[in-house]
C-alpha cells in the first residue's frame, strides 16, 4: 500500500465513530450469539466475514456465530431468517446488499448490523447516511465515485463512454455504482463523459450486451460489483474477441479475474471496520438508530499487468506509481 492511502486508511480507521472494544472477556463470560445471513455466495461477503472475525479476535470478544445462506433462493432465504429470528441471537449481521433488504423486512424489531453493502440509501435498505431511528446499522463498502473515475481516466486517458455491464437479477449494487456515478458526471464542471449500460441476462446474453456497447462505441468497460459479471470476466474477454477494450472495475475479484484496473474495496479492511461497529452494537442493542453509517474512506488500485500485456495494452507510469497491487505475468514456462 502507498504511504498516503495508507495514512488516509490508518486516519480513517482512528476517526470511525466506534465506541472502544468491550471488555476482554473471562472464562465464565458467554460468547455473545450472532446470527450471520448471507444472500449468496459472495467472495466480498466472504472475505468481510474474514475480516470481522479478525476485528473480533483481537478484541478478545468471543461470539459464537449462526451461519445461514440464501443460495440466492427467496424461498431458502425466508426459511434461514425464521431460523435465526428463533435461534435467541443477541443480534443479526446481514452481509451484502440483498441479504440487509431482506432481513430488514423479516425482522424489523430485531438488532441488525449489516456489511459489505455499497450504497444503503439508493438500495432503500435506510431513508438517509445518518441516524435512522430504526434497529439497524452498518459499514457500508461505498467507494466515492470521483475516486473511481480518477483511477478508470488514469488508466484511460481517452475516455469519454464508458460502457458498463449489468445483470437484472444480481444487479442492485451496480445500480447503485450507476446512479453514483451518473450524478457525478451531471454535476458543472466534470468531465464530458457518458455512461452507457448493457444488461447481461437480456436479449442475446453476455455476447449480446458486449455487442450493443461496443456498438455504442465505448472507450472502456467498467465491470460493477455485480456478481454474475464479475465472476466471469474471462467470458466477456471472449465476447469482445479481437476487439481490444480494457476492462474496468470496482470489483477486488474482477480485476483478479482478468480486467484491467480495479478502483475497489479492501473488503477484509472493510470487515474489521465492521467489527468495531458489532462491538459496539452487542454493548448497546438499543441504541443502532442513533448511529451513522459507517463508509470506507479509501479504495485499492490494483493493476493486473498479466491483462495488459496479454491485450497489448500500455498503461501510464503515473498509474503504475499509484497502483497498491500489481498483478504481475506468469513466467514463461522455461524460466521456471
Given at each position: 500500500m502507498r504511504p498516503a492511502l495508507l495514512t488516509a486508511t490508518l486516519l480513517a480507521s482512528v476517526a470511525a465513530p466506534f465506541a472502544p472494544p468491550l471488555p476482554a472477556q473471562g472464562p465464565s463470560t458467554p460468547p455473545a450469539r450472532v446470527g450471520v445471513f448471507l444472500w449468496h455466495d459472495s467472495p466480498n461477503d466472504a472475505t468481510t466475514l474474514d475480516g470481522v472475525r479478525e476485528g473480533l479476535a483481537e478484541a478478545h470478544v468471543a461470539v459464537e456465530f449462526v451461519e445461514r445462506q440464501a443460495d440466492a433462493d427467496p424461498e431458502r432465504a425466508a426459511r434461514c431468517l425464521a431460523e435465526l429470528r428463533g435461534a435467541g441471537c443477541d443480534l443479526v449481521l446481514a452481509l451484502g446488499t440483498r441479504a440487509t433488504q431482506l432481513a430488514r423486512e423479516a425482522m424489523p424489531d430485531r438488532p441488525i448490523v449489516f456489511a459489505a453493502v455499497t450504497n444503503p440509501v439508493a438500495s432503500d435498505i435506510l431513508p438517509a447516511w445518518g441516524p435512522s431511528g430504526v434497529p439497524l446499522c452498518g459499514a457500508s463498502n461505498w467507494i466515492d465515485p470521483q475516486g473511481v473515475l480518477d483511477v478508470f481516466r488514469m488508466a484511460v486517458p481517452q475516455l469519454r463512454r464508458l460502457g458498463m455491464l449489468r445483470s437484472r437479477q444480481s444487479g442492485v449494487v451496480s445500480q447503485a455504482e450507476l446512479t453514483d456515478m451518473r450524478?457525478?458526471?451531471?454535476?458543472?464542471?466534470?468531465?464530458?463523459?457518458?455512461?452507457?449500460?448493457?444488461?447481461?441476462?437480456?436479449?442475446?446474453?453476455?455476447?449480446?450486451?458486449?455487442?450493443?456497447?461496443?456498438?455504442?462505441?465505448?472507450?472502456?468497460?467498467?465491470?460493477?460489483?455485480?456478481?454474475?459479471?464479475?465472476?466471469?470476466?474471462?467470458?466477456?474477454?471472449?465476447?469482445?474477441?479481437?476487439?481490444?477494450?480494457?476492462?474496468?472495475?470496482?470489483?477486488?475479484?474482477?480485476?483478479?479475474?482478468?480486467?484491467?484496473?480495479?478502483?475497489?474495496?479492501?473488503?477484509?479492511?472493510?470487515?474489521?471496520?465492521?467489527?468495531?461497529?458489532?462491538?459496539?452494537?452487542?454493548?448497546?442493542?438499543?441504541r443502532l438508530g442513533e448511529w451513522a453509517v459507517d463508509r470506507m474512506q479509501s479504495s485499492l488500485v490494483v493493476v493486473n499487468l498479466a491483462a495488459a500485456r496479454r491485450n497489448g495494452f500500455e498503461l501510464p507510469l503515473s498509474l503504475l506509481a499509484i497502483a497498491d497491487e500489481l498483478i504481475a505475468p506468469e513466467a514463461p514456462q522455461e524460466m521456471r
Open positions: 450524478a457525478l458526471l451531471a454535476r458543472p464542471g466534470a468531465p464530458a463523459i457518458t455512461v452507457h449500460e448493457a444488461f447481461v441476462d437480456g436479449d442475446g446474453g453476455l455476447d449480446g450486451a458486449v455487442k450493443q456497447l461496443l456498438e455504442a462505441g465505448v472507450d472502456a468497460i467498467w465491470i460493477p460489483i455485480d456478481l454474475t459479471v464479475y465472476s466471469d470476466v474471462p467470458a466477456v474477454e471472449h465476447a469482445l474477441g479481437e476487439r481490444r477494450v480494457p476492462l474496468l472495475t470496482t470489483a477486488a475479484s474482477g480485476v483478479r479475474g482478468g480486467a484491467l484496473v480495479g478502483a475497489a474495496v479492501d473488503y477484509r479492511l472493510h470487515g474489521r471496520r465492521a467489527a468495531a461497529l458489532l462491538q459496539r452494537a452487542l454493548r448497546h442493542p438499543d
